[in-house]
């Protein structure tokens, strides 16, 4: 489907209002994908559910999101574009205050659905808005900011969540919300244009539904897998299958439906920049998000943090991205995106490199360097990528470019850090094996009388201890590999920065 509504006249428009009152709405939504994690124990305790059962709070969000985002293209066509800003963020402050007030755990997750579906839209929606009221020479500076509301939201999520959940109570990660939302709305309503809606999109219920599927069973598979143990559960089967094969219809059914009667407009994937951008954003999600989810439980689990404390750890990392972002929106079409992306790859590469010197007595400063570094790098890829991939796309396929840079994103996020912790698991378990065939009476470590003591392997009491450093050792090597794969993973995409077209030549090549 391509969206014709036209884009937002510049002229005339109170750009500081709204562009304050969707950046509000967009660290709103963005906030919640990681906010709520730290106050699982208090709400688990609170409404007396299970561990399993808990999980829902986060799974249903993320699946609800995931399935709306790919929506935000045809309500906008069929409603506009202030309308939908305004029912989303409304919504979206609605279903936070019903999380807050819940008594259940069916609530709190149906309410999550609430927040999902109507959350959905406000990033992509964000992101388009930002590109229609900018000229071309001021979007970089605009992605800049916009690239500030999407990224560091996740990042100081977990500290503003333990904060207000050790201070005021778990509701309080909800109740947050609502007066960020309320000025969002208000700013929204006085300072949006009314636009038309195109109307000319025929709603592709096939491809809605397959996709649906197939994105929901896949967030499904990769939130539980590792719970369930992956494929020995029935479950994961059953979401696997259902993903595979809705996937394939919906692959076929938008070949053989024309673009403008079809939910998904495959011109899309002709764009080179376009493409190029998704399958970076799918790295960045890979990368920030995994790495983003290790630290603080390697802090915590390993040496002994408190959940507030690890926050505070890793929050300066959002700052490297504020920086970041302050300094590359300035330079965006004045410096080859090319070049800007390769040095904020080059620096991501080198954080991760710098976390595999990681051990078990590191200095809280050795923690938050390297998440520094990892801040600043994704800083300088993140607004130079959003503004190669929209340059060459054009404004009325900007909704649907928009939604599924997003979802790409997203499921990107979704796939590292299911992929990460299986890796953890996988790997701590073969170190652990192979750290204790060292373990014997004739290990050079017995010759230290207190040693020999404490970590007696003839008495049960030091059998458990020395059982407990071995998984604290070898935990600690998992670690290790998942920031060594992250580092590959982000020196392997180098090579693609060559397929990426400038503006400037793009334009050139169409003259030609």
């Known amino acids: 489907m391509i969206s014709t509504s036209v884009p937002m006249d510049a002229a005339g428009l109170n750009r500081p209002l709204i562009t304050l009152a969707i950046m509000l709405a967009t660290i709103m939504q963005t906030l919640d994908s990681t906010i709520a994690n730290v106050a699982l124990p208090h709400m688990q305790g609170s409404l007396s559910v299970s561990l399993n059962q808990i999980g829902w709070v986060l799974t249903s969000y993320i699946v609800a999101t995931a399935i709306a985002t790919p929506l935000t293209g045809w309500l906008v066509d069929r409603f506009g574009k202030r309308n939908i800003f305004l029912a989303s963020v409304a919504g979206f402050t609605l279903a936070s205050m019903w999380c807050g007030i819940s008594t259940s755990l069916f609530e709190i997750v149906i309410a999550r659905v609430f927040q999902g579906v109507f959350g959905a839209a406000l990033v992509p929606l964000s992101q388009t808005t930002l590109l229609d009221i900018n000229p071309r020479e001021k979007q970089g500076s ?32 909800f109740f947050i919300n609502v007066p960020v939302g309320i000025l969002a709305l208000w700013g929204i309503w006085k300072s949006f244009p009314a636009d038309t809606p195109g109307r000319s999109m025929r709603f592709d219920m096939a491809g809605f539904v397959s996709l649906s599927v197939a994105i929901g069973g896949l967030q499904l598979l990769l939130d539980r897998g590792q719970q369930l143990n992956w494929f020995s559960s029935v479950e994961i089967w059953v979401e696997a299958y259902l993903a595979g094969f809705a996937a394939i219809y919906f692959i076929w059914h938008t070949w053989r439906t024309p673009p403008e009667h079809s939910f998904f407009d495959y011109r899309l994937i002709l764009n080179r920049n376009y493409v190029t951008g998704l399958l970076f954003i799918f790295i960045v ?85 390297p998440g520094v570094w990892q801040g600043l790098g994704i800083g300088l890829v993140f607004v130079p990528l959003s503004t190669a991939t929209f340059a060459t796309l054009s404004p009325q396929m900007r909704a649907n470019g928009t939604a599924i840079y997003s979802l790409v994103r997203n499921v990107g996020s979704s796939l590292g850090i299911s992929l990460v912790e299986t890796l953890l698991t996988r790997n701590t378990q073969i170190a652990h094996a192979t750290l204790a065939a060292h373990i014997d009476g004739r290990n050079p470590g017995y010759g230290n009388p207190a040693v020999a003591e404490l970590y007696n392997p003839h008495s049960s009491m030091g059998q458990m201890l020395l059982n407990n450093e071995i998984t604290r050792q070898a935990s600690m090597i998992g670690y290790i590999d998942n920031f060594w794969l992250m580092m590959v993973m982000t020196l392997a995409i180098f090579p693609l920065l060559l397929i990426i077209r400038t503006p400037k030549r793009e334009a050139a090549a169409r003259r030609s």
């Open 142 to 173: 605009a992605m800049a900011l916009w690239g500030m509301g999407v990224m560091v939201g996740p990042i100081v999520g977990p500290t503003l969540g333990g904060w207000l959940t050790d201070s005021m109570g778990w509701r309080w990660v």
């Open 285 to 369: 999600g890979v990368v920030l998000f995994a790495s983003r989810a290790l630290i603080p439980t390697m802090l915590q689990d390993l040496m002994g943090y408190t959940a507030e404390a690890a926050g505070w750890v890793t929050a300066p990392s959002g700052l490297g991205t504020m920086l970041a972002m302050l300094i590359v929106g300035r330079l965006v079409g004045k410096v080859d995106l090319r070049l800007l992306l390769a040095i904020g790859f080059g620096i991501t590469a080198f954080s991760l490199w710098e976390m595999q010197g990681y051990s078990l007595v590191i200095s809280q400063g050795e923690v938050i360097w």
